[in-house]
């Protein structure tokens, strides 16, 4: 079992920053891509941003250029730097973490985005 701890979230102004973090613990070896998705109210869960193990990265269009994931594979950590937020941004962001073939999934953080 993974378990994932997330932190960062919270309230912000348009065009402000907020960096998510998401620690791994557990059965943390041979973990896999780490990512970020999100879940707007009324609104299916979608991906941010995602990184493999050699941090190879992939960002959702709407984000591309704002949004920046990155990992720390020694502390089984994965970061999500958020710029020029927008309140489409607004959602409950989730940890997703991959470990052969299961999912793993944090409590999810809230962001909320005013204007």
């Known amino acids: 079992q993974v378990q994932l701890v997330e932190s960062g979230g919270g309230l912000v102004q348009v065009g402000g920053s907020l960096r998510l973090s998401c620690a791994a613990s557990g059965s943390i070896f041979s973990i896999g891509t780490m990512g970020w998705y999100r879940q707007a109210p009324e609104k299916q869960r979608e991906l941010v941003a995602s990184?493999?193990?050699?941090?190879?990265?992939n960002y959702a269009a709407s984000v591309k250029g704002r949004f920046t994931i990155s990992r720390d594979n020694a502390k089984n950590t994965v970061y999500l730097q958020m710029n020029s937020l927008t309140p489409e941004d607004t959602a409950v962001y989730y940890c997703?973490?991959?470990?052969?073939?299961?999912?793993?999934w944090g409590q999810g953080t809230q962001v909320t985005v005013s204007s």
């Open positions: 997703n973490v991959r470990r052969y073939d299961e999912d793993y």
């Open positions: 990184i493999t193990r050699l941090h190879i990265t």
